[in-house]
């Protein structure tokens, strides 16, 4: 995802995976084309700090649910990393109505259900749901508006 994102003019992208044997191809590939701005690390989902990641303002979460052990910690981790957006695929027979109320508790304030994913070729694994959860933009203007009624 990130290699396709980098077509859009994105200044920084830090891609996770667990398999270091993904991350290091993943990062010759984008020391080989250039792409400066994309990095990959070996992380557990568990064990992740996200003050170490920092805030993005989209972040996608693809079929990682059923690979953690703590889905509260995880749905925390993603509040904490994402600014505005994030795309949320969990993986095969994930309970829709979990993601949606995790991801409400969690501060994301629109929730978009977008149906399954069916780009595997494997039928059992066709039945991934996709979501699209946005947080409430601040209204840095809230002050100024205020200041002006007066």
Known sequence: MLFHASNYGI???IGIEYDKDKVIL???VANLSKLDFLEFQQGNIDKINPADIGKFDIVFALAIDSHVNDKEHLFS?????????????????CDIK???KKLKKYGFSKIKYLGFCNDDIR????KRPMFVA???????FKGLKAL???
């Not at 981790?77 to 027979?93: A, D, M, P, R």
């Not at 039928?123 to 066709?126: C, E, V």
């Not at 946005?134 to 840095?140: A, E, I, L, R, T």
């Open 134 to 140: 946005q947080k409430k933009q601040k209204d840095y």
């Open 123 to 126: 039928p059992s694994n066709n």
């Open 11 to 13: 200044k920084k992208g």
């Open 77 to 93: 981790i993603l509040s904490k990393v994402t600014e505005k957006t994030l795309y949320f695929e969990g993986n095969s027979n």
């Open 26 to 28: 993943s990062n010759k």
């Open 148 to 150: 002006l009624k007066r």
């Open 98 to 100: 979990y993601v949606q």
